[in-house]
């Protein structure tokens, strides 16, 4: 049962331009969300996250966004630069202990 | 300072073999978790080692077992190895249990593969 989705495998941007990645998730009792960002040959790593009180958290070129009602979480990356380019995963949690992550879309950034 | 260390990198093991992975933690960390990840997947959580116990386990068989060292490292063994076990195993550490904001440090995994 996949209870964190990312319907959308890729996704083309131009550089300069706004990203946007989304992820929804089924259980209600997620109380942290995550993005991760992985290259190839390399574990994920951590970019940005958000807790269940809040509906936005931003971080330079990142801000994630939550709407809980609608269980949808999206991450917005602007402007897109090509090292942006990678497969980000989100992640959901109960208390931040074991997280389900989505399967992941990969970004591609056209210069 | 050094990030989570894996080893081996990559692996090939026979049907029905038995296999070890090896995890460092990150300096400072104390906790370790496991993770599968298969081809187009995202990762799945497979347990979690806090003070040399299994705290949380995910939805894997008894064939997956592990272990932590009280210098914070930790082992995951896989017994009678399926096909189905092919994937690159994710070892990811935390200061603490429960990693709400921060998150994880992923190290670059363990590409196993059976044949």
Redesign the interface.
Same mark, same amino acid.
């Given at each position: 049962d996949q209870q964190?989705k990312?319907n959308s495998p890729s996704l083309s941007v131009q550089e300069g331009r706004i990203s946007i990645l989304n992820c929804d998730y089924t259980n209600s009792m997620f109380?942290?969300f995550?993005w991760?960002k992985k290259y190839p040959?390399?574990?994920?790593?951590?970019l940005i *996250?958000i *807790?269940s009180i809040k509906d936005k958290n931003e971080d330079g070129r990142f801000t994630v966004f939550l709407n809980k009602s609608a269980k949808h979480l999206s991450l917005h990356i602007v402007p897109s630069q090509p090292g942006d380019s990678a497969v980000y995963?989100c992640?959901a949690?109960v208390?931040?202990?074991?997280?389900?992550?989505?399967?992941?879309t990969s970004l591609t950034v056209i210069p | 300072d050094a990030g989570?260390t894996q080893s081996p990198t990559h692996l090939i093991k026979t049907r029905g073999q038995q296999v070890t992975l090896r995890c460092s933690p990150k300096s400072g960390h104390d906790t370790v978790?496991w &993770?599968q990840q298969a081809l187009?997947?995202?990762?799945?959580?497979i347990f979690?080692y806090y003070e040399e116990e299994e705290r949380?386990r995910?939805n894997f068989p008894d064939r997956f077992s592990g272990h932590q060292f009280p210098n914070y490292s930790s082992e995951l063994n896989v017994n009678a190895l399926l096909l189905g076990d092919s994937a690159l195993y994710?070892c990811?550490s935390s200061s603490g249990?429960?990693?709400?904001?921060?998150? &994880?440090?992923?190290?670059?995994?363990t590409r196993l593969t059976v044949v």
């Open positions: 964190v990312q109380d942290y995550l991760y040959a390399e574990g994920p790593t951590f *996250s *807790s995963f992640a949690s208390t931040g202990n074991q997280f389900y992550f989505g399967t992941g | 989570v978790s &993770y187009g997947q995202g990762p799945q959580f979690q949380q995910g994710l990811a249990r429960f990693q709400g904001a921060g998150g &994880y440090t992923f190290g670059s995994g």
